[in-house]
C-alpha cells in the first residue's frame, strides 16, 4: 500500500508540474498590452483538466483505502519524521484527509527542493532552468538569500500550528498543553524538511556523473545538472584521482550516513524538546 501511495503522489505531482507548465520558457514574464486586453476566458483558459485529474486520484484512492485497508489490515499513517500521524481506515472522512494530506506533502517537498537549488545557484541568472524555478517561485524566488533559507520553514510551521489544531479536534493527535511548546513544536516538525534533501542530493549527484562523462548534447537539463552539481560539490571538488573526480561519489555516501544517523536521533531530541 505505501508504495502504491507514494507513486500516485509522485504521478500526481508530475502531473501539477505539466498544469504549470513548468519546463516551457517563461517568456510570459515580459507581458505586452496585447496580452492583457486577452479576452479573460482566452487569457485564463488554462487546461484545468490536469488539476481535476489530481483531485479525482485524491478520491478514489480515499474510496479505494476505505474499502480496501481493513482487508489489509492496513492503517495509513503520515510520517513527518519526529512522529507519526495515523489515521484510521474505518473513518471515511479520515481516509480522505490522509489521500489530501499525503499528496500535500509531497508536494511541499517539491518546492522545498526548489527552493533549496534557487539557493544553490542564487546567481545564475542566465541559466534556463534555473530562470524557471524562480518564475515559478513567484515573489518568493526573488527574495534575498537568507529569506529565501527561511522561507520553507516559516510556511511550514504556520500550516502545522493550522492541521495541529484540526488533528487535535478530531482526536488524532494531541497538541501540546501550552502555545510557546505547540509553537516550539512546529518549528521542529518544519525543520523534518531537511531529511528530504537526502534524494535530491543523491539524484544531482547520479545526473552529475551521467553530465562528465556522457555528452548528451546541448540540452538545457544537461546544462543545468552540470552547473548545479559542480556548486553543490565544490567543497569535494579536491577528491579526485587523476582526472576521475570522486566528490559526486563521497558527497551521496555522506549524505546517507548522516540522514542515517540525524533520522535515530531526531526523534529523540524532539521529545525531549517538548517535556
Not at 485529474?53 to 476505505?66: E, K, Q
Not at 570522486?246 to 525531549?272: K, N, T
Amino acid at each position: 500500500m505505501k508504495i502504491v501511495d507514494g507513486l500516485l503522489n509522485f504521478a500526481s505531482i508530475l502531473i501539477w508540474i505539466q498544469w504549470l507548465a513548468f519546463f516551457k520558457t517563461p517568456t510570459h514574464i515580459h507581458l505586452t498590452l496585447a496580452t492583457l486586453v486577452k479576452p479573460a476566458d482566452e487569457r485564463l483558459r488554462k487546461n484545468y483538466s490536469p488539476l481535476y485529474i489530481i483531485l479525482t486520484i485524491i478520491i478514489l484512492r480515499a474510496i479505494f483505502y476505505y474499502f480496501t485497508a481493513p482487508i489489509t489490515k492496513w492503517n495509513p499513517t503520515l510520517n513527518l519524521i519526529a512522529i507519526s500521524i495515523p489515521f484510521k481506515s474505518d473513518i471515511f472522512m479520515r481516509i480522505l484527509l490522509y489521500s489530501f494530506l499525503s499528496f500535500s506533502l509531497y508536494l511541499i517537498v517539491f518546492y522545498f527542493w526548489l527552493f533549496f537549488l534557487s539557493i544553490i545557484n542564487h546567481y545564475e541568472d542566465h541559466d534556463l532552468i534555473h530562470r524557471n524555478i524562480i518564475y515559478h517561485l513567484g515573489i518568493f524566488g526573488r527574495l534575498p538569500i537568507v529569506l529565501k533559507i527561511l522561507t520553507p520553514f516559516i510556511a511550514c510551521s504556520i500550516l502545522w500550528l493550522i492541521f495541529g489544531n484540526i488533528f487535535s479536534a478530531m482526536g488524532i493527535f494531541e497538541k501540546p498543553p501550552t502555545f510557546a511548546k505547540f509553537l516550539l513544536q512546529s518549528g521542529l516538525l518544519s525543520l523534518c524538511l531537511i531529511f528530504s534533501l537526502k534524494y535530491l542530493i543523491i539524484l544531482i549527484c547520479g545526473f552529475y556523473i551521467i553530465y562528465m562523462y556522457i555528452y548528451l548534447g546541448p540540452h538545457p537539463f544537461w546544462i543545468y545538472m552540470g552547473l548545479t552539481g559542480k556548486r553543490l560539490l565544490k567543497f569535494l571538488k579536491w577528491l579526485k584521482i587523476g582526472r576521475l573526480e570522486l566528490s559526486p561519489l563521497v558527497m551521496p555516501l555522506i549524505v546517507a550516513w548522516l540522514s542515517l544517523l540525524a533520522e535515530r536521533w531526531f526523534p529523540i531530541f524532539y521529545q525531549r524538546s517538548l517535556l
